[in-house]
């Protein structure tokens, strides 16, 4: 058993925490291949010390002589605690004196003045630095800036102006002073240019940090610091041999600086020269600071190169210097693992545990090494236990629950525990330790045996297969393999799955699942085939199963979403009942399933009871919220719709056909303009037809018929359908057959299009057959041509009357409906009227009586009463006219004075599209002529309906995949189809995965109910309180806010006739 590190062992930088994947040798020569372990090094990060970051509680020292290194352990890098400038005051007072002169000599109170202000200044940057040294920077920051504004050019306020910013974090803006100054002052202070490096390198702008380091160098050739700098950030670029020159140069400058060790060992290590890295490490670790670190980036080279016996000295003395270096006894750790001495190792991972007892950088793996140590031993509970400190703490690694699979593989599978045993026997397989070779085929069977309760039946399928070919399978793989094997192929062939569950049930026939998987096959094919006969049987061999296990939940669910099919909501509440009654806990779905039946029988309130319960259950249960919104919808309550389905946005935001639903109902409740936003919301997750037809039908409902047009194009390119080439057939003619300079001409040629319309054989979602024989009598008034426009109006007319006796079945007859019955008996009459045929007229006109009302009915009276007129009977003219004058008073009115243009409009006759068209002149003997027109717009699309049908959500929980498998567990002994446990057979029944979980793990019980609550009493109808009326917490979904202005305004609506009250 190989042992495996937590990371693979490298040189860890000291300083550029990354030892470049590109190599080579400044000599030419090809560079030697490294060890992998190199190459997974962490990212380099210039180091800043903490120093330079914030001011330490100490005062500040202006100039530091200590030597100052970039070591890993101990940062040390430059601060602007030593990069402050070694004269004070002194500095100032070599500035230019900005005093005025009389006569070459300043005058007695510019001296007083400039001393003054010389003592204002000093107190301000004296203050300044004392609000630093308490950590208050931003107070600091003012008093440094009114410095500056005292005298601009002061390098010291300007300099501790940067020391702000950098401490605050924000270096960009240190940049601009610290530039200022290295123009106006380049001697003022070396570190001024560090500084300005490392600000840049923050900003990840490298070049210019070395760009500024140089300069820097030019000033101040013997700052070894940045010399130090330089060469990491030419690491960090990979320029090794400019990095190798500038760290050789800083030592020449301070030969007892570590970093620039550190520094040149990493270069040397990107150059592939790891000889002369480790004598530079051990040069490194004779200074003081970088000791620890370089005897470990030493150690960890010597490792690498398997020079065990070294990188174990080097690690002693890592720890020599520093007793509790964890870091130090883990990498020992690991090459006394190699060396195979068990015992030491154990005992340095134990101080790894001890001493990382903060950081814990290295503890989970000192832990797993630990398990591997008695894996080795072959103590495995020891091992167990070792794991499990892991666990307690937190720190389990991916490599850990691998090798537990020696520990506890298969009694994993025995506690139902099915992920952590399939990936502990699958560890096994993969590594084929000779050890368990004998083992191989009960360990694909019972990997199989997980798969297959993980619902994975093609790996589950392969496995079986695998141990077939090693030995000989028992009848509990063989009974799996058959199970797994049906539920593969019953997608591609439901025939041949059905007769594999078939053979699976007659090896074992007590078994239930056999019976349930073949009842959802059957179901399938009833519903796809629309064959009642086999959802009958599927529905026999339910009942049959419950004879064998009449304490199983599920069984009832199944057997009561087939009676839903067969349309017997009555047996199917019966067995939802009893399915929620024997399940171990409330199953939302159950409640759903029963609110549904409750539907069938026109029991609204009963369903939204159950559907309120299953939210209780599960509050984000999207089809709950869409259920009950549309029973509330039905049921009169839009502020209950309008909430569930805000509800149903917000627990599926990116679900592009919620966005369809919550259209639907804005479209329902008048809100169209919403309505096409919360569809153009849909289309922007994903586009589909369905919301692009949508849209469109609001843009007609909003008189826009070229939007309209544009929406249909849309869905045409998602999915070509002949449906759709019909509405854009129908609708482009609509638009294009007014023409006012050629109108003969443009509606000859609109007919012509709408008769070629008709060999689509086919109607649109927005326009029917109806919608083009209408138009087409319409075309064929306007030219004229009166009995082909009376042919074409019957016809719509016939279509309408389908329409019509279709919803007088669902007892649903819509009043658009109706009203578009009337127009066409309307344009009928005025056929008749046109053609003086004016008792046909006035029968038809007659027949408007009893479906119009209001100033429509107005119209059609005076019209009628004119052709009583025509037809000599002036009396009942009279009446006609006296009962159409209490519709409408002033067209009557109108028509008795005898006014001029008296327009008879009724119905759609001035809509906007209708008012492009002329309108002819009636003149019927002496009476006094009317303009009339034909009622006509644009279409009027079929709105949404709420209704429910028979829902195919609910089939979706009743399929081959929904059926829990169990499959048999192949480590049990069987005699005669019984298991022995003992000496003694017993006869048992499959258990349930539900009743094999580990015994500790807690079961989790809704947030809906206390700890005195029964939840049995959830089987009942009563109703339970409702969590919608809790505070929604909505989110930036748009949709979901168009629902607020309604519900806003349904609670005006509701203060003001409380008010009125």
């Known amino acids: 058993m190989s042992i495996r590190a937590q990371a693979p062992i490298a040189a860890v930088p000291v300083i550029l925490q990354n030892i470049n994947k590109v190599r080579y040798k400044s000599n030419g020569r090809p560079a030697a291949p490294r060890s992998s372990s190199l190459d997974n090094q962490r990212k380099f990060y210039p180091r800043v010390n903490k120093s330079f970051t914030c001011y330490q509680d100490m005062p500040l020292t202006l100039h530091s002589n200590k030597n100052r290194s970039f070591s890993t352990e101990r940062p040390r890098n430059i601060s602007l605690g030593e990069i402050s400038p070694s004269y004070k005051l002194s500095t100032v007072k070599n500035l230019p004196s900005t005093s005025k002169l009389i006569s070459g000599h300043p005058r007695p109170k510019d001296l007083e003045e400039a001393r003054n202000k010389k003592e204002s200044l000093t107190a301000l940057l004296e203050r300044g630095k004392s609000e630093m040294k308490l950590g208050q920077y931003l107070s600091g920051l003012k008093f440094f800036k009114k410095a500056v504004k005292e005298e601009p050019s002061n390098p010291e306020a300007l300099y501790d102006i940067a020391n702000c910013y950098i401490c605050l974090g924000e270096h960009k803006k240190a940049i601009p002073d610290l530039l200022s100054l290295s123009r106006d002052y380049p001697y003022y202070n070396r570190q001024v240019y560090t500084a300005l490096a490392l600000c840049f390198v923050t900003i990840n702008d490298n070049v210019t940090a070395i760009r500024q380091l140089s300069r820097g160098l030019i000033k101040f050739p013997k700052h070894s610091e940045a010399y130090i700098l330089r060469g990491q950030l030419y690491n960090k670029q990979e320029k090794y041999d400019k990095a190798v020159m500038d760290f050789y140069k800083a030592i020449s400058l301070n030969p007892a600086e570590g970093s620039a060790y550190l520094g040149l060992s990493d270069a040397l290590i990107g150059m592939n020269d790891i000889p002369t890295a480790i004598k530079i490490l051990s040069q490194a670790a004779q200074c003081e600071g970088t000791e620890v670190q370089a005897y470990l980036s030493k150690g960890k080279l010597n490792y690498n190169l398997q020079n065990y016996e070294n990188a174990i000295n080097d690690f002693d003395l890592a ?10 006894y883990y990498y020992k750790s690991l090459v006394l693992l190699n060396q195979d001495k068990l015992i ?17 950088n290295f503890t989970g793996a000192a832990i797993y090494n630990l398990g591997i140590i008695h894996i080795k031993q072959r103590d495995f509970y020891g091992a167990f236990y070792t794991f499990k400190r892991a666990t307690d703490i937190n720190l389990e690694i991916k490599e850990q629950r691998i090798l537990k699979a020696y520990v506890d593989g298969v009694l994993c599978l025995m506690k139902r525990k099915f992920k952590e045993g399939v990936a502990l026997l699958t560890r096994i397989i993969k590594k084929k330790n000779p050890l368990l070779k004998e083992y191989f085929g009960n360990c694909y069977a019972y990997r199989g045996y997980g798969y297959a309760s993980l619902e994975n039946h093609e ?53 239930v699942e056999p019976f349930a998987y ?6 399938h094919a009833a519903r796809r085939h629309k064959k009642i006969l086999l959802a009958d ?12 296990r009449e304490a199983e939940s599920d069984l009832y669910f199944f057997r009561g979403v087939t009676s839903y099919y067969l349309d017997k909501p009555i047996e199917s509440i019966h067995d939802y009942e009893e399915a929620i009654e024997k399940a171990d806990d409330n199953v939302p779905i159950h409640f759903i399933a029963r609110g549904l039946c409750y539907i069938q029988l026109k029991l609204i309130q009963e369903a939204i009871q159950d559907f309120t319960i299953a939210l209780q259950l599960d509050e984000n249960l999207a089809e709950a919220y869409y ?34 639903y919550a259209g639907n109902l804005l479209m329902l409740t008048g809100s169209v303009d919403d309505a096409a936003k919360a569809y153009s919301n849909s289309c922007s997750i994903e586009p589909t037809k369905t919301a692009h037809y949508q849209k469109a039908k609001c843009f007609l409902m909003l008189g826009s018929i070229t939007e309209a047009i544009e929406e249909l194009e849309k869905a045409q390119k998602i999915e070509v359908r002949l449906e759709v080439s019909f509405d854009l057939e129908i609708l482009n003619v609509i638009k294009e057959a007014y023409n006012k300079d050629d109108l003969e001409s443009s509606l000859k040629k609109s007919i012509s299009r709408l008769s070629k319309a008709l060999q689509l054989h086919t109607e649109g979602e927005v326009c029917s057959l109806k919608h083009l024989h209408n138009y087409k009598g319409i075309f064929f008034f306007f030219l004229g041509e009166f009995q082909k426009s009376q042919a074409e109006f019957k016809q719509a007319f016939g279509e309408n009357e389908k329409v019509i006796n279709d919803e007088e079945e669902d007892m649903k007859i819509s009043s658009e409906i109706l009203l578009e019955n009337s127009e066409i008996i309307y344009n009928l009459a005025l056929c008749y009227i046109m053609e003086e045929y004016y008792e046909a007229g006035f029968i038809h006109l007659n027949e408007l009586l009893k479906f119009t009302e209001g100033p429509n009915k107005g119209k059609v009276l005076l019209l009628m009463g004119i052709l009583q007129l025509a037809l000599e009977q002036s009396e009942h003219a009279r009446q006609l006219m006296l009962e159409g004058y209490k519709y409408d008073q002033d067209l009557v009115s109108a028509y008795l004075e005898e006014k001029p243009d008296i327009k008879i409009l009724p119905f759609q006759s001035d809509s906007e599209y209708a008012s492009k068209f002329s309108m002819a002149k009636i003149s019927i003997g002496e009476c006094h002529p009317v303009l009339v027109r034909p009622s006509f717009s644009l279409p009027k699309p079929l709105l949404p309906s709420m209704e429910f049908q028979t829902e195919d959500f609910i089939f979706s929980h009743f399929t081959v995949k929904s059926v829990k498998c169990k499959p048999e567990a192949p480590w049990l002994n069987r005699v005669k189809g019984a298991i022995q446990f003992t000496e003694k057979v017993q006869d048992i029944i499959s258990e349930t995965v539900s009743e094999s979980e580990e015994e500790s793990v807690p079961t989790q019980i809704s947030s809906v109910f206390d700890n005195n609550y029964d939840k049995r009493a959830y089987k009942s109808v ?32 509701s203060d003001m006739g409380k008010k009125a009250g």
């Open 319 to 328: 720890i020599n210097v520093q007793k509790e270096c964890a870091e130090a």
């Open 344 to 360: 030491d190792a154990a005992l340095c991972l134990e101080q790894v545990i001890k001493f990382d007892s903060l950081d814990k």
């Open 459 to 511: 790996r589950s399928v392969r496995d079986f297969t695998a141990s077939g070919k090693i030995q000989k399978l028992d009848n509990a793989s063989e009974y799996n393999l058959m199970i797994s094997q049906a539920i593969i192929t019953f997608e591609k062939d439901a025939d041949s799955a059905l007769k594999l569950f078939k053979a699976a049930n007659e090896k074992f026939p007590k078994n």
């Open 518 to 523: 073949e009842a959802a096959v059957l179901l």
């Open 537 to 548: 049987q599927a529905k026999d061999l339910l009942t049959k199963a419950i004879e064998f």
């Open 627 to 660: 259920y009950r919104g549309r029973c509330a919808f039905l049921t009169g309550d839009t502020t209950l719709a309008f909430l569930d389905f805000q509800k149903l946005i917000l627990a599926k935001p990116k679900d592009p056909l919620v966005h369809v």
């Open 1022 to 1053: 009563g109703y339970l309180p409702s969590h919608f009326e809790s505070e929604l917490e909505i989110r930036a979904e748009d949709t979901a806010n168009l629902f607020e202005a309604y519900i806003n305004k349904q609670i005006n609506i």
